[in-house]
């Protein structure tokens, strides 16, 4: 941008971006960086967050590409950025799921889904994704195809060219599809020893950096930590942060959002996945998650996804019945439908992100 200097004056100006030496890092909040975002897209860089994250070294980010590639395979090495998510992904969802010949490692926003900012957050986030496998590998990865939350607004190709693959906009989730077996090539920094001993640096230093994020992503973290929702409040957030509940609802405000709506967030995924279960009955779902009975369970169920529990229940059990498919695939083709049929947003990526994760739910659950 150095031929934009009235854009790099509007960018410091607006979102605090300044310049840094060379051997001096400097961080911008998500916030900030959402709102840098927005800026350059609206002065028709749609695709700038991409781009940085295209040239940034994986390397640098407390060793986890050293770490990821010394595991023997690239499986074991995307099992491990598994496990790592709730740390580098605190504001949203990560995904993998293996079809019959097919690997889609997917993600998508949890809160705030709408705002472009964000959604361009996470399209950067699918760039350096691609190229931490490619470093993880030695080579680029031989992707099938790439989806994104994002619209196109006419620049696809400046993306496909980063990510070398045809690109879906306007999908439910950001995903990378890769050939199934690639979980089985070795990587070429294989070194059973750098494993442990980074494993347990890293154990340590993203606790702290997470300790630094946005109150909203630290919130909702805590929040998916909590087994029981039914009785948490505001005072129960400030207490975890150590500060009075007007303190932490100021801090909230400051990222213009809410207790009330990431704990409603928290609750009706959970409801969800419990209605989509089948296992318990909806009284109790409703009483678990801290609903006044099953009429409020149901008007909350109803606002967020367009329809009520017991008409979700029906319907899968009418995909499943009539089509004979298993649950996974049956979430995945009523995802598909609610898509089609310009449903609300909330219940597509809900649809799509349970494909993925409840069928391994059960299968935990009855495992003995």
């Known amino acids: 941008m150095a031929d934009r200097p009235e854009l790099l004056e509007r960018l410091e100006q607006v979102v605090g971006l300044r310049r840094v030496p060379a051997q001096q890092q400097g961080r911008l909040s998500s916030a900030q960086l959402m709102q840098l975002f927005e800026l350059l897209h609206a002065q028709g860089e749609p695709h700038a967050g991409a781009k940085l994250a295209a040239q940034v070294d994986p390397g640098v980010a407390h060793g986890l590409v050293y770490f990821l590639r010394s595991h023997a395979s690239l499986g074991q090495a995307l099992q491990a950025l598994n496990d790592l998510s709730p740390w580098l992904l605190p504001d ?145 957030a400030a207490r975890y942060f150590e500060c009075s509940p007007s303190t932490l609802r100021r801090w909230l405000a400051q990222e213009s959002v809410k207790f009330a709506d990431l704990l409603q967030m928290q609750r009706s995924w959970r409801a969800f996945m419990a209605v989509l279960d089948r296992r318990m009955p909806l009284p109790e779902v409703a009483e678990a998650l801290g609903y006044a009975d099953r009429a409020g369970l149901e008007r909350a169920f109803h606002a967020t996804f367009g329809l009520r529990p017991a008409q979700l229940r029906q319907w899968l059990s009418d995909v499943q019945g009539q089509q004979g498919l298993g649950l996974a695939e049956a979430l995945t083709q009523m995802a598909a439908q609610a898509r089609r049929e310009s449903r609300p947003e909330a219940l597509v990526r809900s649809l799509s992100q349970a494909a993925d994760t409840l069928p391994l739910q059960i299968r935990d659950a009855a495992a003995p």
């Open 92 to 236: 949203g969802h990560w995904q993998m799921h293996g079809g019959a010949s097919t690997l889609q490692i997917s993600m998508a926003p949890s809160y705030e889904s709408q705002r472009l900012g964000r959604l361009l957050r996470y399209e950067s986030g699918l760039v350096w994704l691609h190229g931490l496998i490619a470093r993880c590998l030695d080579r680029a990865p031989p992707v099938e195809r790439v989806a994104c939350m994002t619209a196109d607004v006419g620049r696809g190709a400046e993306l496909e060219a980063l990510l070398g693959c045809t690109v879906e906009f306007g999908a439910p989730s950001f995903a990378l599809h890769l050939p199934l077996s690639c979980l089985d090539w070795p990587l070429p920094g294989h070194s059973p020893g750098l494993v442990h001993a980074l494993r347990e640096a890293l154990q340590r230093q993203l606790p702290r950096q997470a300790a630094a994020s946005d109150k909203a992503e630290q919130l909702l973290r805590w929040l998916r930590r909590q087994t029981d929702l039914s009785g948490i409040s505001l005072e129960d």
